[in-house]
C-alpha cells in the first residue's frame, strides 16, 4: 500500500510540475492575445475605419 501511496503521490508533483511549466513557457503568449485584442477592439469602434452607410447621417 505504501508503495501505491508514493506513485501517486508522484503523479501529482509530476501533474504540478507539467502545469507550472506549461504555464511558464506559454505566459508570453497571453500578452500577444492580449494586445492582438486590443488591436480588433481599436479596429472596431475606431472612426478612421468605419464604414460610411446608405443610412448615415
Known sequence: MAVLDQ????????????????????????????SYDRQ????LTSEKYKVKGRFEE
Not at 40 to 43: H, Y
Request: charged share 20%; hydrophobic share 60%; glycine share 0%.
Open 40 to 43: 480588433v477592439d481599436e479596429i
Open 7 to 34: 506513485k501517486i503521490i508522484m503523479w501529482i508533483v509530476a501533474a504540478a510540475a507539467a502545469y507550472v511549466a506549461y504555464r511558464l513557457l506559454f505566459s508570453s503568449k497571453d500578452a500577444s492575445l492580449t
